[in-house]
């Protein structure tokens, strides 16, 4: 009987060590089932991170050949471009809306009441009393005092000074343009000047609607920037974005809240493609 206990006892033994034996195995076996699924899915985020980057320059590649191929046919001709002139072509390019320098010329030419090209102190105040005088005729019949320390004479000079960037007693188109534009490259500076400052009379400028293959790629870039997949494109996923496309982050703030209309804090498609349609950058 003690016999027949021993080798029982024998047997539970090795039993429950070969039972450990297994579950060392097959844990063993499960680690590394996970490590491979692990690696697997590593290898997989890190191939599709590897398109994604190819599609976003190819992307890029194909917005810089087209704003300069525009650029080209807005100067009369449908060519080619040479590695050289799609880098000049590319200077022409601003993240700002031409129809908004042109509007902001309009303005100063009206101030310009002599038509030498520049605004003096004495026009600048006359136009700003004009205007004051046009107020308080539109706002005739209420209540209101002239608050002192305030008058028109006060703003002019402060306004001429800030202006008058070289001091020389006038204000040129190209200093309103940095007084506007603060965050303006010398390129875009030098491309805004063209458009509100041109050799000879160009017609006026037609806001032309894209064209559907043109709306088809912006959307296309769009979901591609737009990383969560909310259909919406927040700051961070435009900086991440363009920042790879020379820009500073000043200016692609400066581009989100002209592109924000409704100021939600997030970009929508069609405010999207509105505001790269307006800025040139497409």
């Not at 810089?64 to 471009?81: F, H, P, Y």
């Not at 303006?184 to 009379?201: L, N, S």
């Not at 037609?206 to 979901?223: G, N, S, V, Y």
Request: hydrophobic content about 35%; charged content about 40%; glycine content about 4%.
């Amino acid at each position: 009987a003690i016999a027949l206990k021993r080798e029982q006892n024998i047997r539970e033994i090795e039993e429950a060590r070969a039972a450990r034996i297994q579950a060392i195995k097959e844990k063993k076996l499960q680690k590394a089932k996970e490590r491979e699924a692990k690696q697997a899915a590593m290898q997989t985020k890190e191939a599709q991170e590897e398109k994604y980057l190819a599609r976003k320059a190819e992307i890029a590649k194909r917005r810089e050949n087209s704003i300069a191929q525009r650029e080209l046919e807005r100067q009369g001709k449908n060519v080619v471009l040479s590695p050289e002139e799609q880098k000049q072509a590319r200077r022409s390019k601003s993240k700002y809306a031409r129809v908004d320098v042109l509007l902001l010329r309009q303005i100063y030419d009206e101030y310009d009441a002599d038509g030498s090209g520049s605004i003096t102190f004495q026009e600048l105040k006359n136009a700003l009393e004009k205007q004051r005088t046009d107020k308080m005729r539109r706002e005739k019949g209420t209540n209101q005092q002239k608050v002192p320390g305030q008058g028109v004479e006060d703003l002019v000079h402060a306004l001429f000074s800030e202006l008058d960037m070289d001091g020389d007693g006038k204000v040129e188109f190209q200093e309103l343009l940095r007084v506007m534009f603060p965050l303006a490259t010398k390129d875009e500076m030098i491309t805004m000047k063209k458009w509100g400052m041109p050799d000879e009379p160009e017609p006026e400028a037609i806001d032309e609607p894209l064209k559907a293959d043109q709306i088809a790629e912006l959307r296309e870039i769009f979901h591609i920037y737009d990383t969560d997949k909310d259909a919406q494109l927040s700051l961070a996923e435009l900086v991440d974005a363009l920042k790879s496309c020379g820009m500073t982050k000043e200016e692609i703030n400066c581009l989100f809240r002209t592109a924000d209309s409704d100021m939600s804090g997030k970009i929508s498609i069609d405010e999207f493609t509105d505001v790269m349609r307006r800025s040139d950058l497409f």
